[in-house]
C-alpha cells in the first residue's frame, strides 16, 4: 500500500515529538534537576538554605553547566520517610529528571537512595548523613555532598575526651542521624577515655524536652552530647538555657545544634562547643566570595545547608563538564565526580572510595551570631563506609 507523502510525514512528526516526550532531558538542550527537600517542617530552612546554594553555583554559571540550560522541578518531602518513595519516584519516573538533589533527613534518603539504585538515577545527597548511604548502600551513582552522622559525632568526642570530661550523656531525636551521631561521638569519646552513662531520646520530630532535662540534671554527667536541628534544635537550646543546667552540666554537640539557628537561639546558644565541617569566620578566598554572593542574592547569611547544596551544584558541574553535557555517558561523568577537588567554602575536599567527602572538623564556639573556628578537631576525616563494595 502506498502512504501519502503528507500522512507520511505526519506519522514521522508524531512519532518524533512522542519520542522528543519520552527521552530523557540529556537527550535534550538542558538538563533537569529535581530538589527532593523539606520545605515544611522542623527542617523547611534547611531545605531552603540547600536549594539556595545549589541555584547560587548554577547562576554563577550563567544558568547552565557545558552550555545546557539547567531546569528545576521540585518536591516537598515534609521529613516523612512513608512518603519518600513515592516523592522519589515521582520524580525519576513522571518529571524524567537527570539528577535528583536530596535531602535532609536520613530516613527520607535512604528511601531515595534505593529508588536511585533500581532506576540508576544520578544522586547527590547535599545533607542528610545516613551512614548507610556512604555504607551498604553506595553504588556508583550515588554521592553525597555534606557528611555522615559519624563524622561530626566522632570528631566532637575525642575533643571531649581530650578536654578530660569524664561522664556523658547523649540525647537526641530517635531515629539513623541521632542513633548514628551518637555512636560516632561513643566511639570517638570512649576511646579516648571517656564514659557515655546514659542514650535518652524522644521521637522525631518531637520537640517536649522538659522530662529528658530533668534526667539529666538527676543524672549529672560532667556533659550532654546532643544532636536536634533545625527548628528543634532552637527549641532544645532554649529550653536548656531556661532550665539553668549550663553552669554545672556542659552542652556539646554536632554542630546542627546551632547553625542556621542563631538569630533565633541569642542568648541562649552563647558559648556553645560543637563540631562541624564548617564554620562561619573561615577566612579562604572562596568562602568570603560564596557568603558576599549568598547574603546579596538572598538577604540572609549563609550556613552549612546552603555550602552544602552549593557544593552539590560544583560535584555535578565536575561530571557534566568532563563529558559536555552528554548525560549518557554516566561512567565518564562518574569518574569525573569521583577524581574532583571541590573548592568548597568549607575548604577544598576530595571523595573518599563510597563518595562522601574528606574533610576537616572544625570545632566552633557560638560567639554572638556566629560559629566561631576556635581550631581544627580533626584534620582530613574520612568516614569508615562500613559494609560499602565498590
Ligand atoms: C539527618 O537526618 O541526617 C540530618 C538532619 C538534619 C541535620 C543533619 C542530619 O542538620
Known amino acids: 500500500m502506498r502512504i501519502r507523502p503528507s500522512l507520511l510525514a505526519r506519522t514521522l512528526l508524531g512519532s518524533a515529538l512522542l519520542a522528543a516526550a519520552a527521552a530523557p532531558a540529556s537527550a535534550q538542550d538542558k538538563i533537569k534537576v529535581g530538589f527532593m527537600l523539606p520545605y515544611t517542617g522542623t527542617f523547611a530552612a534547611l531545605g531552603t538554605a540547600i536549594e539556595n546554594g545549589f541555584r547560587q553555583y548554577i547562576d554563577e554559571q550563567g544558568g547552565k553547566l557545558a552550555g545546557k540550560t539547567v531546569e528545576f522541578v521540585k518536591v516537598d518531602d515534609e521529613s516523612d520517610p512513608a512518603k519518600a518513595s513515592d516523592n522519589a519516584n515521582k520524580l525519576v519516573k513522571r518529571d524524567n529528571v537527570d539528577v535528583m538533589i536530596g535531602t535532609v533527613h536520613s530516613g527520607v534518603a535512604m528511601a531515595m537512595a ?3 539504585k533500581d532506576n540508576n538515577t544520578l ?7 545516613a551512614d548507610a548511604i556512604t555504607g ?8 553525597r555532598s555534606s557528611f555522615s552522622n559519624w563524622q561530626p559525632g566522632f570528631a566532637m568526642g575525642k575533643v571531649a575526651a581530650d578536654r578530660k570530661i569524664k561522664t556523658a550523656v547523649t ?5 539513623a542521624a541521632g542513633d548514628e551521631s551518637v555512636r560516632g561521638f561513643k566511639e570517638g569519646f570512649e576511646t579516648g577515655g571517656g564514659k557515655v552513662v546514659k542514650e535518652l531520646n524522644l521521637p522525631f520530630p518531637n520537640v517536649e524536652f522538659q522530662a529528658l532535662l530533668t534526667e539529666v540534671a538527676a543524672l549529672k554527667p560532667d556533659a550532654v552530647y546532643v544532636f536536634f536541628a533545625g527548628g528543634g534544635a532552637v527549641k532544645f537550646v532554649k529550653d536548656w538555657a531556661a532550665a539553668g543546667l549550663g553552669s554545672s552540666v556542659k552542652l556539646i554537640g554536632a554542630g546542627f545544634l546551632t547553625d542556621g539557628t542563631l538569630e533565633a537561639q541569642g542568648a541562649a546558644a552563647q558559648g556553645l562547643l560543637t563540631t562541624l565541617h564548617y564554620a562561619d569566620d573561615l577566612t579562604n578566598p ?13 538577604k540572609l547569611q ?3 545547608y546552603a555550602v552544602q547544596g552549593y557544593d552539590a551544584a560544583q560535584m555535578l558541574a565536575a561530571g ?5 553535557g552528554d548525560m549518557k555517558q554516566r561512567d565518564a561523568l562518574v569518574k569525573a565526580i569521583e577524581s574532583a577537588k571541590i573548592d568548597s567554602p568549607r575548604g577544598a575536599f576530595t571523595l573518599s572510595r563510597a563518595h562522601n567527602p ?17 581550631g581544627i578537631a580533626v584534620k582530613g576525616l574520612a568516614d569508615p563506609a562500613r559494609g560499602c563494595r565498590l
Open 358 to 374: 574528606v574533610q576537616d572538623i572544625y570545632l566552633r564556639e557560638v560567639s554572638g551570631k556566629v560559629n566561631k573556628n576556635v
Open 136 to 143: 551498604p548502600l553506595c553504588a556508583p551513582n550515588i554521592f
Open 171 to 175: 540525647l537526641t531525636w530517635k531515629y
Open 286 to 298: 572562596k568562602d568570603k566570595a560564596f557568603r558576599l554572593q549568598y547574603a546579596k542574592a538572598y
Open 114 to 116: 534505593k529508588v536511585a
Open 320 to 324: 557534566v563538564n568532563a563529558v559536555k
Open 302 to 304: 549563609p550556613d552549612v
Open 123 to 129: 544522586l547527590i545527597v547535599p545533607n542528610a548523613g
